[in-house]
């Protein structure tokens, strides 16, 4: 039970000062009533001590403490929660003053990960001196319980170490333990100081800070203070780009502070690497890289959530079922595409930074979060025919800003490369009109469109894809002058399509190009060239397709073909611009030998 509630044998120091912290969380609440309880003692405290010769750990802690029954309850069985016992019994608005956490009894058997026996003094609060309790228990389900008697209310664990865990009675080993994982507990936790000094040996001094930067006010902490607090919790040398201070109560009680890095990790592309916020309840720190409060999209964010719903015994399979951690995953993931909206904003060119680092991480959010397709959208940024710079700083707001008056839809390309794009046939017609496109040249692009399918009410279109609609921009008189090329050249289309009928699907009339003789053009269903080579590259088998061959009926070269009598003659031009085409689509010849020896016959026949 124990090991497999517990993967990390060190943090049964953090159970134990977390029960301990609970137990004066208990005291502080009910003395509210009857400050008898406090027995004239009302500094509550933790204290950590060791003893290297009897190899053993001492916590105590001057909380509310436990009866005789409160031990057989708690102690004795293992599921039985203590707190979630005293929380039943609160009514309304006493709810909202009490702070507790934690499963008493499943955080307290953590203890026999190190220890091969252990043993509990406690006594109750209020209760005669001569009502303590002893119990003690080497972990194997039985226990014995006796009398004692008792001068300090409250709870004394002595943990008897098991050999091989005799690091932990070491007092440097303790310290580092309560500053990792206890630092923002509220109550002072503290050790016997070690000091060489002899007016300080034997005092006693708090390890723990006390204060989380996160519970306090937005207006209490210094942005040096969130800088620094960034580097401590990322392992980070340089300043985050941004930040978000939150708490949310109501429904939810949690407070979260995330940062936006100002540089990518070195593994931010492998979807496996650890990542995630680190997790606190109630300020005990429970977990470095909790990644179920944000999806995999934004897994650059770094910082903090502690939420107050949470068990204290939580783990990361209860955090995947959970209904509490669906619904601050909604509200985190709202809030950083908000922080990065605002970003965008408020300081351009500070987003543009993030972008240049982040961007294609950012990509997979269409795919992944169907929620925020539009506010992850409208966060990308694009290479455009507007600015003609591979600098991808060109978003969807810009582009529809800058749309010709009856243009209905966003006009993109996707390609190998920015120059592979940027040179396209398919951009000749939008040139002409002076339409802009934007030029996507990323492996990802391709994939991420597939799951882009309209940004605030306008449609995307592939230019290289299917029948090219400009809309109201296309006038009557253009749609009348294609289809009367269609049916005057409809012999011309018969023969390219009879030349190549093993390489094409159909042979068109082009409305794309004003320059070149003819282009290649993608099906409606069909797979991309970029999506090919993804799926070839992760050995996938790609379906087999076709492209659609368009032909520019007023190019020199297409009209020498027309007037070309000899069939094998014709058979060669119509190949030679096939390839062309294919070359111009910044796509591989199948055959480039044979490509290469066409060209060579044809320029042999010029020459004479």
């Not at 992760?538 to 087999?544: C, H, Y």
């Not at 796509?587 to 060579?600: H, T």
């Amino acid at each position: 039970m124990i090991h497999s509630l517990y993967s990390n044998k060190e943090i049964f120091l953090r159970e134990l000062i977390s029960n301990a912290s609970d137990a004066s969380d208990k005291l502080r609440f009910e003395a509210l009533k009857d400050d008898s309880l406090y027995e004239g003692q009302s500094d509550l405290k933790i204290r950590v001590d060791f003893d290297k010769e009897a190899n053993t750990v001492t916590i105590t802690d001057n909380g509310v403490g436990m009866s005789r029954d409160d031990v057989i309850q708690n102690l004795g069985t293992i599921a039985k929660s203590g707190t979630a016992e005293f929380l039943k019994q609160l009514s309304g608005d006493e709810k909202k003053d009490s702070r507790l956490i934690g499963q008493f009894g499943v955080g307290f058997y953590s203890a026999f990960i190190v220890a091969d026996r252990v043993e509990v003094f406690t006594r109750r609060a209020g209760a005669p001196h001569e009502a303590g309790v002893h119990w003690e228990s080497q972990g194997d389900g039985e226990f014995s319980i006796e009398p004692v008697t008792l001068e300090d209310r409250g709870t004394r664990i002595v943990l008897h170490l098991k050999k091989d865990e005799s690091e932990f009675a070491d007092g440097f080993r303790l310290r580092s333990l309560v500053k990792k994982y206890s630092d923002h507990i509220s109550f002072p936790v503290v050790m016997l100081s070690e000091s060489e000094d002899e007016e300080e040996k034997g005092k006693e001094e708090t390890v723990n800070d006390a204060t989380a930067l996160w519970t306090l006010p937005r207006n209490e902490v210094k942005d040096e203070e969130y800088k620094e607090f960034y580097k401590h919790i990322a392992h980070d040398f340089e300043d985050p780009l941004t930040w978000s201070h939150n708490k949310v109560e109501g429904k939810l009680d949690y407070t979260s502070l995330l940062y936006m890095p100002a540089r990518a990790p070195f593994d931010l592309y492998n979807r496996e690497a650890p990542r995630g916020l680190k997790l606190y309840v109630q300020r005990v720190f429970i977990m470095d890289d909790a990644e179920q409060f944000l999806p995999l999209y934004l897994r650059f964010t770094k910082g903090v959530i502690d939420s107050n719903d949470l068990s204290l015994n939580v783990s990361r399979e209860i955090l995947q079922n959970d209904s509490t951690v669906e619904s601050i995953r909604s509200a985190l993931t709202k809030r950083v595409l908000d922080m990065l909206s605002k970003l965008a904003k408020k300081e351009p060119e500070q987003y543009q930074k993030f972008w240049d680092e982040f961007g294609p991480v950012l990509k997979e959010g269409p795919a992944e979060d169907f929620g925020n397709r539009e506010k992850v959208a409208a966060l990308l940024r694009f290479a455009s025919t507007h600015t003609g710079e591979p600098t991808e700083n060109v978003s969807l707001d810009d582009y529809i800003g800058r749309m010709q008056e009856g243009q209905q839809k966003i006009y993109y390309i996707t390609a190998d490369s920015f120059m592979a794009a940027k040179s396209s046939p398919h951009l000749e017609v939008f040139r002409k009109k002076g339409i802009e496109v934007l030029i996507l040249s990323d492996r990802i692009d391709e994939w991420m469109m597939g799951y882009l399918n309209e940004y605030d009410g306008k449609q995307f279109q592939d230019v290289a894809r299917g029948e090219l609609d400009l809309g109201e921009i296309e006038t009557e008189e253009d749609k009348k002058q294609q289809e009367k090329a269609t049916e005057e050249h409809k012999d011309l289309l018969e023969r390219i399509k009879s030349a190549l009928e093993d390489r094409v699907q159909e042979v068109r009339v082009t409305n794309r190009l004003t320059d070149s003789p003819a282009c290649l053009v993608v099906g409606d269903f069909d797979m991309g060239a970029q999506m090919k080579k993804i799926m070839e590259a992760a050995g996938q088998a790609v379906p087999d397709s076709k492209p659609i061959f368009e032909i520019n009926v007023e190019h020199p070269l297409v009209e020498r073909l027309e007037a070309e009598q000899g069939e094998a003659r014709f058979a060669e031009l119509s190949a030679v611009l096939f390839d062309q085409a294919t070359l111009a689509s910044g796509e591989q010849l199948q055959d480039p030998g044979a490509y290469v020896s066409r060209l060579n016959r044809l320029l042999l026949e010029l020459a004479n």
